[in-house]
């Protein structure tokens, strides 16, 4: 009789076990046209940027004649409920049951199975048999033939070895199905499910100009796997937009999606999909477990027209509007800043070079040096997701020769005419050698009802509660706004 024996050392080694009833079948070629289904094994996952995927599977698998299989080698993150099953091969076998089984082999699991039953230990440089009673993370229990025995573990455990693999326990993630079929024996089936674990989201690379008047945009998508699964060969689609997904008892939020394969790949193809967009890898690749891996979203545009811009929101930090009166002299004005801003603006029109869908991610902005040719990273942007023919503004970091200076220089109340006053002055420091124009945005935020009643430039309202004004500055010089703002209620 032959005796399957399973050892187990402190890296848990084992030694060969049955093998599942259903193996992973490599996946065939693409298909010959896009969206025709392909007749043979293959898989498929279609990636959101919420944590989630959905994978679609075509497997060979065995059919016992009880109609018992066991589809192993699906994401350790699957939600189970979302399973759905059909066979190509018997189109009339149902699905009766499913159960999926995640009590995977670990070390405690397998002694858990093991009380009660014979058991050896090599441990200390000596040999015990006997039958396990109890254990822990530091001893071990053993009824020997001679005496109960204590061993500590683990620096005294070598090995520990079992006969078999206990029932119950699997080496992977398992469904396990009950189908009614008159064909028992091998049958293609498709498996489609969701799983958590597998993210996706956008890079992109902006290279600034010379000048910095134009700029050439490259965008890749990363694809982070922790889904508990290699996905072999997969065909792979990224879903862009806002995709609402119920989560337990009944909590929902967005899921965010966005769009890309090695250098020197062919573009994804990209198509409105529903009210989303859908980048499609042209060829197969893959995901491994635990990797992240980047793909090309589309071809590199060049030659975008851009405008840098400064700016200078000296309250735009401040926590306006927390504790204190609107009439007080000192409210909304603590935490003034002297930092202006520095922002890269284009418009993502076809006229630009660009013109295309561009899903939520992170800008990275690059300058060359003339002095040796080299990239350097001069700042980043979050963007959400931006249709075409919309402008962008990416915050990129702060001037270091630019200087603000906000104070307030003449402060008043009239309470019976329900009427205050508020005189504020504004200097902007250029030292820089050449001129710039520098856009200064002030909240007006001490009352609904407001006018500005005398300005040394002309303002512009941007809303109900902003004025700004765009300040010339002259090189290595010094530009001074004042103002004075009414409010009435």
Not at 5 to 18: E, F, G, K, M
Not at 39 to 65: C, I, L, Q, W
Not at 185 to 212: F, K, P, R, S
Not at 237 to 256: D, H, L, S, T
């Amino acid at each position: 009789m032959k005796v399957q024996v399973l050892i187990l050392s402190t890296c848990l080694a084992l030694l060969p076990l049955r093998a599942t009833a259903a193996a992973p079948a490599q996946s065939a070629a693409a298909p010959a046209s896009r969206g025709a289904a392909p007749a043979a094994p293959s898989v498929a996952v279609t990636v959101y940027n919420g944590d989630f995927g959905v994978v679609r599977e075509r497997r060979m698998m065995s059919v016992a004649k009880d109609g018992t299989v066991q589809f192993s080698d699906v994401a350790a993150k699957i939600d189970p409920t979302t399973v759905q099953f059909r066979s190509l091969t018997d189109p009339n076998a149902k699905l009766l049951e499913q159960n999926f089984q995640y009590d995977l082999v670990s070390a405690d699991k397998l002694l858990q199975k093991y009380l009660d039953r014979s058991i050896e230990i090599f441990a200390g440089g000596s040999t015990y048999r006997g039958t396990l009673q109890s254990f822990d993370k530091d001893e071990l229990v053993l009824m020997t033939e001679s005496a109960l025995r204590v061993i500590r573990r683990p620096e005294n455990v070598r090995d520990i070895r079992l006969v078999s693999l206990p029932e119950g326990l699997l080496t992977r993630p398992t469904l396990v199905w009950q189908v009614a079929t008159d064909q028992p024996g091998d049958q293609l089936a498709e498996v489609v499910y969701q799983t958590a674990g597998i993210n996706w989201h956008a890079e992109y690379g902006l290279v600034m100009g010379a000048n910095d008047t134009s700029a050439d945009l490259s965008g890749w998508v990363s694809v982070d796997n922790r889904s508990g699964k290699t996905y072999q060969n997969a065909h792979l689609k990224f879903i862009a937009g806002e995709v609402r997904k119920v989560q337990p008892r009944e909590m929902a939020y967005n899921m965010r999606a966005a769009g890309v394969a090695g250098f020197g790949a062919p573009p994804m193809e990209e198509k409105p999909f529903f009210e989303y967009h859908m980048y499609t890898l042209p060829r197969p690749s893959t995901v491994a477990d635990n990797e992240t891996k980047q793909l090309e979203m589309f071809t590199p545009a060049r030659g975008i027209a851009v405008a840098k811009r400064y700016l200078y929101n000296p309250l735009g930090r401040s926590q306006i509007g927390e504790g204190g009166l609107y009439t007080d002299q000192s409210y909304g004005a603590q935490n003034v800043s002297d930092k202006v801003n520095i922002y890269i603006e284009f418009k993502n029109s076809q006229e630009n070079h660009l013109g295309i869908p561009l899903p939520a991610g992170k800008v990275r902005v690059y300058k060359q040096d003339a002095a040796d040719e080299a990239l350097e990273f001069v700042g980043e942007e979050q963007i959400d997701h931006k249709p075409k023919d919309e402008e962008l503004s990416l915050e990129v970091g702060n001037a270091f020769d630019l200087v603000g200076q906000r104070r307030q220089t003449d402060f008043s109340v009239e309470t019976g005419r329900k009427m205050m006053h508020e005189s504020v002055e504004i200097k902007v420091r250029n030292h820089k050698d050449q001129d710039v124009v520098v856009r200064v945005k002030e909240p007006l935020y001490r009352w609904m009802t407001w006018q500005i009643t005398q300005e040394s430039a002309k303002h512009l309202k941007v809303d109900a509660r902003t004025a700004a004004w765009d300040l010339p500055v002259k090189a290595n010089g010094e530009a001074v706004l004042t103002y004075t703002v009414e409010y009435s209620w």
